[in-house]
């Protein structure tokens, strides 16, 4: 498992509310305690902004939105939400207002302000990079004001990271909902964020050879991506030709010149200020003074408040200052903010140096890296990290960073067909993941244009073979309808072998969700075909069974006598121990209601167990499957046996009584026979009750009673007797007829039982 920093922030606190307030005053003279910003800002104009551009050419081709942030030196750039007017493109709209300058008084000063922010642009147009802000449209100049259109930002990260005071005021004044100012980002974010700021300063001073010389929070923006770009060019400088690391001379800050038109003196190296040097390593002494305003509120650990004097003061003690503030940053950047702001230039490290740092080896950060740069990889590059890398890692990111930084990578990627099996990895992990909501309302739009489009092989059949992960998640049932019905229909008519395999796949795992009529009319048709041409295929007969096992409660017994026992019959004679496994498990759902799915004793006995009875000295077959193979047997046996027992006690009952005694053939049986019998009927009439007389009073004879008639003097030992009950053999009839109508009531019973 991968580990991250202790650091960590949770989700809740990164999702916290922020609210921007209704006052808009005049922008407060304090440069550092610039305004939070977060995706609800009520405060902000809302809706179009016609009047925002004024005469400005740039109005004819965006449309303007809402106030979402500031940027640029004294946070000059108004940034709006924006749309392209002739495809609806998102953008990001900078308006420099020039009534802004106008408290500038001299109008050279007005003039210069408004050449260096028109200068910046260009040079944002000029040194093209992944962490550096990307210009839409170049920048527009009408006598109000002058603007540009960028990559849709969420706002500067001096907006994002701030936290106002009591006394804070302007006209971006933001406040965070709760008693407690929780943090804008997660762990993660913090540290992708913070390694983006050193790949940018890397272009510059090892690609463009400059320095950027103001690197600060309102220089750096957040995409709506969540990247971290590098903006705020209005100061760059050529970095020594041969030696970055050699100094430069340059002016430092001053307050003869407008706090606008020079770089922001908290984030400063002491260097610049004090023998108006610089170099590459100045850039990283600003860098480190960025990485103190994150993790205190948006404030430097150095606040002059545009004082030079302040600020060497402090400059003097910031060891000091450090080394009480490092309690508020992760362990992990210690030793290097320690280094980054040490006085001595030579003593910190290159943006090389630092981004190999221990801190950022971290799995999440390095694959979140390689998709911002995943339009410059070729396609097996790009399906091996879909694949492997982000699959892998994706459980690692935040949830907050799939929808803002993963999936609309994933979107745009679903549009190529020689990436598109791959990516479909990761974009069925994110389905699995996320709540039923959020795959409805985030990813089905786009994803459901895949089931229609036309998709390579190996695309079709991993949406086949994870259908039932889409289908857990998706309740609609238009989207039953209209595109999992007509994808499997398809893929069972499909002239490649391993299409129409990832249906019966498909089928057997998404069973529960097809109507009974589509299983009975299209899939058991369409499933015996496939069985009939691929035969010999063992792992297609397989997932014939499999497909089988599953649509059997669905069928009609008809269907399953017809079409599905002869299969198991063939299929009975293989020796290959999975696909007897397969059969022996469908004869047991079978056996649980025989009578519903057509298995008969009499198929049972003459067609199933002898087709099963020669894989019980099959070789392939381990104990266990062994085990399952005779228990099925010997629960047929079971039904066998209690079937004809209790068919054979109604036959022998119902039977007339003579069909007991033996057939005598021969003239010396036949002799026999009558001899015994007449003996028996001789012996019979001298002991039965009919033939009384000559017999005393005390004579007991059970089930009869003797009743003097008269007729014979009074004590006289003659009688004359009759018979008043019946005798034993009638009793035995009796007792007889009655056992015939229990034993077919029995019968009856049982048969209902079996069947």
Known sequence: MFKFAKHERSSANANSVIQVSSEQQQQRSSAHSPNVYAQHHHGFQQGHNTNVLGTNQLGQFFEVGKLVSTAGPEHVWKVYDGWRKCDGKEVSIFVFEKKTAEKLHKPKRKETITEILRSSVK???????????????????????????????????????????????GPHHVQINGPDSHPVFLDVELKYGILQIIEALQFLHYTGKILHRNVNPSSILVTKRGTWKLAGLEFIDKANELDGLESVHVLGWTSKVPKMGQPDLDYTAPE??????????????????????????????????????QYLKQI?????????????????????????????????????????????????????????????????????????????????????????????????????????????????????????????????????????????????????????????????????????????FNAFDSTTVQVQNSALISTALVCAYLDDAFIKKTVLPKTKLIYEKYSGDLKIVLNVLGCIEKILPKLDRSMIIEDVLPILYENAKTQDPDIIVKVVQIYRIMLEDNKKYGLSVNLMATRVLPSLLPQTVNPSLHLEQFTCLLEVMHHMLDHIDRNQRNKLKLDHLTAPQTSSIPNYHSSHDREYLYSRTSGLKSLHHQRSSDNMTGYGTNMFIPNVQIDNLGGSPQGSNSYVCQRKTSSAEDMIRKTASQGIKHAKIACALDNNAEY
């Open 123 to 169: 040079q944002l147009e000029r040194f093209r990079h992944p962490k550096i802000l990307q210009v839409v449209y170049s920048v527009e100049e009408c006598p109000e004001t002058l603007a540009f259109a960028s990559e849709p930002v969420h706002g500067s990260l001096a907006n994002l990271i701030s936290a106002p005071t009591a006394c804070s005021s």
């Open 272 to 309: 610049v200020q004090i023998t108006s040097t610089c170099s590459i390593l100045s850039d990283m002494f600003s860098l480190g003074m960025v990485i103190t305003s994150i993790f205190n509120n948006g404030k430097p650990l150095i606040q002059s408040n545009h004082s030079n004097s």
């Open 316 to 488: 003097e003690v910031i060891e000091a200052m450090l080394a009480d503030f490092l309690s508020k940053v992760p362990v992990g950047l210690h030793e290097a903010l320690q280094r980054l702001l040490s006085k001595e230039p030579r003593q910190r490290p290159t943006s090389q140096l630092l981004a190999l740092i221990k801190y950022f080896a971290d799995p999440a950060v390095h694959t979140l890296q390689f998709l911002d740069v995943i339009s410059m990889k070729d396609p097996s590059q790009k399906a091996n990290f879909y694949r492997h890398q982000l699959k892998d890692v994706l459980p690692y990111i935040p949830k907050k960073l799939w929808f803002q930084h993963v999936w609309p990578t994933l979107q745009a990627e679903m549009r190529s067909q020689e990436v598109l099996a791959a990516v479909l990895q990761p974009i069925l992990l994110l389905i699995q993941e996320c709540s039923a909501a959020e795959v409805e309302n985030m990813i089905l739009p786009t994803f459901r244009t895949v089931f229609a489009a036309p998709k390579s092989i190996q695309a079709t059949v991993t949406i086949l073979e994870n259908l039932n992960i889409v289908l857990e998640k998706i309740s609609e049932e238009r989207f039953l309808e209209k595109e999992v019905i007509p994808l499997l």
